[in-house]
């Protein structure tokens, strides 16, 4: 856990510097695949700097996030198994490595992609889940690149505008109500999103 702390303390002295919007960039795109610090904390320090480029804080964020989840979703298409079908050393790697990222979050990926595909990349997008878990495997698990790439535009972008107009409208005071509730309130969303969704089709 120190090995973190100290990872998101790093992510966070970008936000004093002129590099900001470049670190945020870099941070969303990555995150997208592996690095373990979510963007949202650096996002939400620059918007504080600077309230009136919080859209283009967001924008960034969403368009690098997005890029990134292709990264992720390569590195399952193309280095996740062997010619037999096992795992590849790379993939062993990430599951011992990376934080978040499990054999057993991967597994139950793989189920939740058979059962729901675009709803469960969007949730992924919109929610706290590890992001990172389901871009790489929607490339292990050879799922259509185009519902791939929307619902990650569409639950990325959803988040961190939804981030940035907290601040933008409603200034520091927000950022205790975003750390807080903000997740919940987004899994709740899209619960109710999905649920909504789900009972047309039944009707």
């Known amino acids: 856990m120190n090995i973190v702390r100290r ?4 992510v966070l002295g970008w936000a004093a510097t002129s590099s900001g919007p ?3 960039f870099m941070l969303a795109f990555f995150e997208s695949s592996f690095f ?3 963007p949202d904390p650096l996002l939400i320090a620059l918007i504080l700097g600077a309230r009136t480029k919080a859209f283009r804080f967001a924008l960034i964020c969403s368009v690098a996030s997005v890029a990134g989840s292709l990264l992720g979703y390569a590195i399952g298409y193309y280095s996740w198994w062997t010619a037999s079908g096992e795992f590849t050393a790379l993939a062993r790697f990430f599951f011992n490595t990376v934080p978040g990222f499990t054999l057993e979050k991967f597994e139950l990926v793989q189920g939740l992609f058979e059962r729901w595909n675009f709803w469960i990349v969007f949730t992924a997008g919109f929610t706290p889940l590890p992001f990172k878990v389901f871009t790489i495997s929607g490339g292990a ?3 259509s690149l185009i519902p791939f790439v929307l619902a990650s535009m569409i639950g ?3 988040r961190f505008f939804g981030v940035a107009w907290l601040i ?7 950022t205790y109500f975003i750390d807080r509730y903000f997740n919940w309130l987004a899994i709740l969303f899209t619960i109710l999103l999905i649920g909504g969704f789900v009972l047309l089709k039944a009707f």
């Open 7 to 10: 990872m998101y303390d790093w």
């Open 141 to 143: 698990f050879d799922i």
């Open 36 to 38: 373990p610090i979510p």
């Open 156 to 158: 990325r972008s959803a």
């Open 22 to 24: 470049a670190a945020l």
């Open 168 to 174: 933008w409208r409603f200034g520091p005071r927000i």
